[in-house]
Nanobody, 120 residues
Framework: QVQLVESGGGLVQAGGSLTLSCAVSGIIISIGDMAWYRQTPGNERESVAIMTSGRSANYADAVKGRFTISRDYAKNTVSLQMNSLKPEDTAVYYC??????????????WGQGTQVTVSS
């Protein structure tokens, strides 16, 4: 029923910029936190940026000052503006949302992931 679809991944040179977007669709009552995570081969998925339902943002230390998370609460979308990209930012990026659907069911949803590759 609920789907999260990411877009905007691709190839970029070090120092460049890229914007990821995520759209949540379905019969939605409310959305709590929305976030971006990333994962590289052999490593755990890690939080990159979180935007709460109260519009507070939190960032991983590695991306502070370079990445900006934004959210359209009316359209149920979340974006990640990535500037000054580094090769170590290369990963599969996943959209996350805490969603309550019709009937009062609440659970976490994940997008399928989008590849970001930063070349040196």
């Amino acid at each position: 029923q609920v789907q999260l679809v990411e877009s905007g991944g691709g190839l970029v040179q070090a120092g460049g910029s890229l914007t990821l977007s995520c759209a949540v669709s379905g019969i939605i009552i409310s959305i709590g936190d929305m976030a971006w995570y990333r994962q590289t081969p052999g490593n755990e998925r890690e939080s990159v940026a979180i935007m709460t339902s109260g519009r507070s943002a939190n960032y991983a230390d590695a991306v502070k000052g370079r990445f900006t998370i934004s959210r359209d609460y009316a359209k149920n979308t979340v974006s990640l503006q990535m500037n000054s990209l580094k090769p170590e930012d290369t990963a599969v990026y996943y959209c996350y949302a805490d969603v309550t659907t019709n009937g009062g069911y609440r659970r976490n949803y994940w997008g399928q992931g989008t590849q970001v590759t930063v070349s040196s």
